[in-house]
């Protein structure tokens, strides 16, 4: 057999690569082989995928023979139209508990938690080390391991990073200092499926859920708003509906870094048939043009203001302190659907018609012996921000009363 006739199809750019029909990466990195007499692709599975480490797919021009049952130059080759080869589907793989828990230790050494520990204390640190299992890596001397736990508690990955210890800024000189656990395991065979940075923490359904970038964001934020469970996707692209499955019905606030408020309000329109979305537009408004130079996020804006002043006891949670009513006002993304009638439309309408039709009083108002409101307009747009962002969600209820609470007061 004169296999020789087949070989993999030269590279005249993308359009001479495919989609592998084992690993199905959307970028095209399948070589075909093809007829060197008629210059036909012999088949679409026959070839090779180029992600060799990674996939390892390689169906051959004998392979395809043997299989099939054919022989080489009989009437029959050109017309014969095997089945499709099935991919094969890997299952997916995970780092060993041996691993995960040698890592959590070090702690005198890691760049990131000193970090944290100038920024909180060591108190505050250590539950934010116990809580997102901040682990550590001598990768490089310093370097802090972000493990990405499931839901199921199994550990898909890890990103080692290094950071100064000084200003919890990344290492990028003279090089990016990014890599992760799985490939410096040397696991050929390993099968990566990543999922959200903080994802173990959803197994609380009683808050909603922020997302950030970073995961250094994440564990920041978590400390001035602890009222949301906050997590990471790890990039700007990489808010998706992979990653954003096990989200499924819940209330989401977004929260992307400077320049991304376009890109994430399109995707949580895209995504809006999975949870309900609101996106923060803080950074957007507030930052400076040094600021977007920098690439400022929301944790550069928040360490900007003493996380002490963010902890309000929960039955004088009225009015936000100053620092947190920005990031109350949020745009919420809106799809078409039926108006449910738990949903708060009405009142909220009525809510907001009353208000702007009044004069406001100056001088602080009083719901009840523990609550005082300083700043009436504040007030309002920031509880008429949130109940909209979180409409009919139970949870925001104590919002919506505390409006017809004011509404009655200061009724003339």
Not at 77 to 105: C, D, N, R
Request: with cysteine; aromatic share 12%.
């Amino acid at each position: 057999m004169n296999t020789k006739r087949y070989t993999l199809e030269p590279y005249k750019g993308m359009k001479t690569r495919y989609r592998c029909p084992c690993c199905q990466q959307r970028d095209k990195t399948f070589s075909l082989y093809i007829d060197t007499v008629t210059g036909e692709h012999l088949h679409p599975n026959v070839g090779r995928c180029n992600r060799e480490s990674k996939c390892g797919y390689h169906y051959t021009p004998k392979q395809y023979f043997k299989d099939n049952n054919i022989s080489f130059d009989t009437p029959q080759l050109k017309a014969y139209k095997p089945p499709p080869i099935k991919p094969l589907h890997k299952p997916v793989s995970f780092i060993p508990v041996k691993v995960f828990k040698a890592s959590l230790k070090g702690y005198e050494s890691n760049h990131f938690v000193k970090f944290l520990i100038n920024l909180f204390g060591v108190e505050i640190t250590e539950q934010l080390v116990s809580r997102y299992f901040i682990a550590t890596s001598k990768y490089w001397q310093g370097a802090t391991v972000f493990w990405q736990i499931d839901t199921q508690g199994k550990v898909r990955t890890g990103k080692i990073m290094l950071y100064s210890p000084n200003t919890g800024k990344r290492i990028k000189m003279p090089y990016n200092h990014i890599s992760w656990v799985h490939s410096a395991l040397k696991q050929p065979e390993f099968e990566l499926k990543q999922c959200l940075f903080g994802e173990h923490l959803l197994i609380d359904k009683s808050k909603p859920v922020a997302i950030v970038e970073s995961e250094k964001t994440a564990i920041i934020a978590s400390v001035y708003l602890p009222q949301f469970i906050w997590v990471a996707v790890g990039s700007l692209t990489n808010l998706n509906a992979e990653r954003c499955s096990v989200l499924k019905g819940r209330n989401v606030i977004l929260f992307p870094d400077l320049n991304g408020f376009d890109k994430w309000s399109s995707r949580a329109k895209a995504l809006s048939n999975l949870a309900r979305f609101a996106v923060s537009d803080l950074l957007e408004r507030k930052a400076t043009d040094a600021e977007r130079k920098q690439g400022f996020d929301l944790a550069d804006y928040l360490i900007n203001f003493n996380h002490k002043d963010f902890a309000i006891p929960e039955a004088k949670a009225i009015e936000p302190p100053p620092a947190v009513q920005p990031l109350l006002e949020v745009k919420p993304i809106l799809y078409p659907e039926k108006v449910k009638s738990e949903y708060w439309d009405k009142e909220i309408s009525e809510l907001e018609n009353y208000f702007a039709g009044l004069t406001l009083p100056t001088q602080p108002q009083s719901l009840n012996k523990y609550s005082k409101i300083n700043d009436c307009k504040k007030f309002i747009e920031s509880h008429l921000a949130r109940v909209k962002a979180y409409n009919g969600n139970q949870n925001f209820l104590p919002y919506l009363n505390r409006l017809f609470e004011l509404k009655t007061i200061i009724t003339p």
